[in-house]
Each structure stands twice: as C-alpha cells, then as structure tokens.
C-alpha cells in the first residue's frame, strides 16, 4: 500500500501521522511517499522519518521522496492515501501580507487562517493547488481517499467535495480534544473517564452539543455554573469560549484566540479595552510562525542528535481512518464533509463538521438534525463568506470575492464596503503570483 503526504516538509506534523501509520500493523509496511516544494524541509522530513522506521518500525516501511511539481504526479501514482497539510505562500511573504495590510485599515486579526480576509485569502491561493493535486489524483489514483488537514478547513474541502470528484474528508485537530480540556479548565477531571459526548456544527465552530458523565448525567449544568464564574474571577486563555457557554449555552471546539475573530462581538476597534477583557491575543498566529521557525533548527538538531528517535502513536485520526477502512474496523471521527442535510437548518452545499462512521465501506457521516437556532446561526454567519470564497475561486470573478469580505462577520462590522473594496485589491496585488487572475 502506498501512502502520500503532500506537505511533507512540515516536520512535525508528518511525523506524528506517519510515525502513527508506522505503529499501526497494517499501515507499518507501506510506501509512504513524502512530496514538498522545499528541498531542504523534505531531507529533514526524510531523515527523520527514517530513522524512526529504523527504530520503531525495524525498517518495514519503504520511504520515497518527491521534490516540486515536475514529481507531484509521481509521488501520488497508485496511492491508496493521501494526505495533505500544505501551506502555499508559507510565513513570508504571504501570511504576513495577510496580517499587515489589513492592519492598514483597521482591520485587527488573531489566526487568520479560516475565517476573515486572512482566511479568504489563504483559500484564494491553496484551491488552485489543490484542483492540480485533485487532477493528478484523477490520473493516477483515483480511488484513494484525500484526508485534508490544510486550512482554512471548510473552504478546500468544501471545494474538493464539490468539484472534484476525489474522495475527500477534512480532518481538524480540535475535535477529539474538546470536552476533555474543557472539563480540564473546569476542575472536572472525574467526569472525563467513560463521557459520552455529541459535536456538530463547522470547523472551528463545532458545538459540544450534549455532554454527559460515565453514569448518564447531564455535565452541562454544572459546565455553564463553572464556565461563568470562572470568566468572572480570573483571566485566562479561554475567556471568549466560556462566554459563548454563557450567551449562546454551548462550548465549541476550536480555541477562544481562533472565535474571537469569527464573528463581529469581541475585537472592535470602537471599544479597544475589549482585547484586554477578553485576553485576545491579536496577531498570534505571525508570533507563532516566528517562534516556530526560530525554534525548529534547534529541535531538529535535538531530535537528530542521538538517532533515537522514536514515536508513540498520537490521537490524530488519519492512521485509525486508514487502519478502518484497510481492515473493515469500525471507527467513529468527527469529519468535514458536505451537509446535504445532515444539518437540517444550515445549507446543503455548506462544508460542515459532524460525526462520522469509518470502516470498511468508507467514511459515512452521521445525520445530526438542527442545531439550536443560535447556533445554526452563528455556524450561518461564517458559511456564507465562506461559499462566496468558493465561488470566487471556481469563476475568477473579483465581485465574489469583495462580496466574501462584506459578509465577514468581523470585516463587514469594522469596516465600510469602499474600504472593504480598497483591501481586498491592496490583497490581491501584493500576493503577487502567489494568487491566480480575477476579472
């Protein structure tokens, strides 16, 4: 069997999956073929990777690497897997002119990678990449499954899902995490053992819908108690998310410092004391790209030193979605898929985020019914920029993308549509060739 990982430069994160696939016995001797436009980051990814092939896996597994596009084809020739984790136009310059010029206008952000004028514009550049890999795909391994872990989540894979005809799941790290950290935060660490628990909603902005103790008694009473005197006595790094507890009534799955620039209620420039009340730390997501690349030569080294490097396998979903589907073992995910009304009250062609059943026959996601109507409404807000994205991208038409911005729940509420109009050209400009043509 042969497994891809597009993106493979991205160290870490490859090793985590294919380190899994590794300590996993009917994945531990597959190809595993490692595709990157960086020379440099796929060595690292390779030597890495070999050595814990050595070390945990007695060398079962065959490594091959592929380097730039005249090799993509190549790399993805008869997989059964492929998983992607790509970031086109990288820290510099893209991410950066993602932040700086809408800082030009006021326009304040956190992440900037799924939502808002950041996220529009990091979907604008990856879609083109990803119809290349999706052609390929269609040439030469049809029928593997595409396991999406790029954001912004719901824009590419909703993309993918819709014209493509690759079989695609995306995959967010914030949905096994959720109900066990926050009842972490919450000094309720007796109710994680045996918790029953229900999530669906988008990526990002999934909500922990019901949560229930080993014995079938409701947490959620005692989570809204807790979540509200928490906010009230103490600062601390999940402020925006215990407030959505207290005026919306449910937890969601993706971090307060990523939902706080997803609607149009915590950053604003009109009442500025607001960032120090919520604790949001705008402009997070460039300092962790700084420290990241400052840090990885030293990690690197540390890893490489001794040559004993191994892995434990990690509760990413992407080696237990193989391992289902390759030995017909039922495993449950919550994945990102079409809605084609598994939501009843959010839009059919929306990408959304629910339960979702992996075995043998595939990935085959789960009928969830309608949200609470703030929810849905909530969820509602961030959908439409999203699909207008999509849009954009599939006609190369400007207007769609302008439109995107003005329905921003963030933009639209800090910013006129003529200064709106004004950035997304500035935007589109300085991405260079980094952004494909619109007319």
């Avoid at 945990?56 to 790399?75: C, D, M, S």
């Avoid at 996220?119 to 396991?147: N, S, Y």
Wanted: hydrophobic fraction near 35%; charge should be negative.
């Amino acid at each position: 069997m042969k497994i891809t990982f597009m993106g493979a430069g991205s160290t870490i994160f490859a090793r985590n999956v294919i380190g899994d696939c590794m300590c996993t016995p009917c994945l531990c001797e597959s190809e595993f073929a490692l595709y990157d436009i960086d020379k440099q980051r796929l060595e690292e990814s390779e030597i890495i990777l070999s050595a814990i092939n050595r070390n945990i896996n007695g060398g079962k597994a065959k490594i091959t690497t592929y380097l730039g596009e005249e090799e993509r084809k190549e790399a993805l020739r008869g997989a059964s897997f492929v998983v992607n984790a790509i970031q086109v136009g990288g820290y510099e310059p893209c991410t950066v002119t993602d932040f700086e010029i809408p800082k030009k206008y006021g326009l304040q952000q956190t992440i900037a990678d799924t939502m808002g004028i950041g996220g529009i514009m990091r979907a604008l550049r990856t879609i083109p990449v990803m119809k290349a890999f999706a052609d390929d795909m269609q040439e030469v391994c049809p029928d593997a499954w595409f396991l999406n872990y790029t954001n912004p989540m719901a824009m590419l894979t909703g993309y993918m899902l819709r014209y493509t005809k690759i079989k695609t799941v995306g995959l967010c790290h914030s949905v096994q995490g959720c109900s066990y950290h926050l009842l972490k935060k919450l000094g309720m660490e007796d109710k994680i053992e045996g918790r029953t628990e229900k999530i669906a909603g988008i990526n990002h902005m999934a909500w922990l819908l019901e949560l229930y103790d080993k014995d079938g008694n409701d947490l959620y009473p005692e989570i809204r108690r807790r979540a509200k005197e928490k906010n009230a006595d103490e600062k601390h790094d999940d402020m925006v998310r215990f407030d959505y507890i207290d005026k919306l009534g449910y937890y969601c799955t993706e971090s307060s410092e990523h939902n706080a620039e997803y609607n149009p209620f915590y950053i604003k420039s009109k009442y500025p004391e607001m960032i120090e009340k919520w604790n949001i730390p705008l402009d997070e997501y460039p300092r962790r790209c700084v420290n990241q690349i400052e840090g990885w030569a030293k990690q690197r080294d540390e890893i490489l030193a001794d040559g004993k490097i191994t892995h434990e396998r990690s509760e990413e979903y992407a080696s237990y979605i193989m391992e289902a589907i390759v030995t017909n073992k039922p495993y449950k995910i919550g994945g990102n898929v079409l809605n084609n009304g598994l939501i009843d009250n959010l839009p059919d062609e929306a990408c959304v985020e629910v339960p979702c059943l992996v075995d043998g026959s595939g990935i085959t996601p789960c009928k969830v019914g309608s949200l609470p109507l703030q929810l849905a409404a909530m969820n509602s807000s961030n959908i439409y920029a999203q699909l207008l994205t999509i849009e954009a991208a599939v006609t190369g038409k400007k207007q769609y993308i302008y439109n995107a911005a003005m329905m921003d729940p963030h933009t639209g509420a800090e910013l006129n549509i003529e200064d709106i109009h004004k950035m997304v050209d500035e935007l589109i400009e300085a991405h260079g060739d980094w952004m494909p043509d619109f007319e």
